[in-house]
Antibody, heavy 122, light 107 residues
Framework: QLQVQESGPGLVKSSETLSLTCTVS??????????WGWIRQPPGRGLEWIGN???????DYTPSLRSRVTISVDTSKTQFSLKLRSVTATDTAVYYC??????????????WGQGALVTVSA | DIQMSQSPSSLFATVGDRGTITCRAS??????LNWYQHKPGKAPKLLIY???NLQSGVPSRFSGSGSGTDFTLTISSLQSEDFATYYC?????????FGQGTKVEIE
């Protein structure tokens, strides 16, 4: 059974870099059938897609965060990571990592982590 | 960006009721529409992908329909474990976008 789990500091100071890691276990990490994504949920708000990293190593980011975000993958550790630079209070959120998959060529996120709350302090 | 809007924002119901949530896209997205269930403190759960395909392990009381810009998630007979927030999400193009959510609450 696939498991994905976020880890990283729960408190980050304003203007610094938020760093989270997602560890994947229980299934093939390097299959080109999957991709890996980060999604966040600010307090009291809905879900916001941050970006994806694909088997090829290519990445795709939401335009509003593109200048500050990097998603990378470490296949030897079956992990992928999120770095968000120059954070402000508006980056306070629960951050989820998830596996993307295809069914009939349609993409979706079929396995999600429990989420990691990251608070940005002044 | 493709904007996704859900209605209603809140749905009050009792066990056994039929629940219906709609999702509208700002442009045609074919059938690139997924539905997720989210409970506080838990991982979101995929219910429906490609508009109408039931994810493995999801009870058959959940169903999805629609294509183009208008989509529906139906819960045929609400169970106690179904009280949660539901999100639609388009995967037609990046940036992927979600609806604002529909909270299904006990009446």
């Amino acid at each position: 059974q696939l498991q994905v789990q976020e880890s990283g500091p729960g408190l980050v100071k304003s203007s610094e870099t938020l760093s989270l890691t997602c560890t994947v276990s229980g299934d093939s990490f390097t299959s080109d059938s999957y991709w890996w994504g980060w999604i966040r949920q600010p307090p009291g708000r809905g879900l916001e897609w941050i970006g994806n990293v694909y088997y090829s190593g290519n990445t795709d980011y939401t335009p509003s965060l593109r200048s500050r975000v990097t998603i990378s993958v470490d296949t030897s550790k079956t992990q992928f990571s999120l770095k968000l630079r120059s954070v402000t209070a508006t980056d306070t959120a629960v951050y989820y990592c998830a596996r993307g998959s295809y069914g009939y060529s349609y993409g979706y996120f079929d396995h999600w982590g429990q989420g990691a709350l990251v608070t940005v302090s002044a | 960006d493709i904007q996704m809007s859900q209605s209603p924002s809140s749905l009050f119901a009792t066990v056994g009721d039929r629940g219906t949530i709609t999702c509208r896209a700002s442009q045609s997205i074919g059938r690139y529409l997924n539905w997720y269930q989210h409970k506080p403190g838990k991982a979101p759960k995929l219910l429906i992908y490609a508009a109408s395909n039931l994810q493995s392990g999801v009870p058959s009381r959940f169903s999805g329909s629609g294509s183009g810009t208008d989509f529906t998630l139906t819960i045929s007979s609400l169970q106690s474990e179904d009280f949660a927030t539901y999100y639609c999400q388009q995967s037609y193009s990046t940036p992927y976008t979600f609806g604002q959510g529909t909270k299904v609450e006990i009446e």
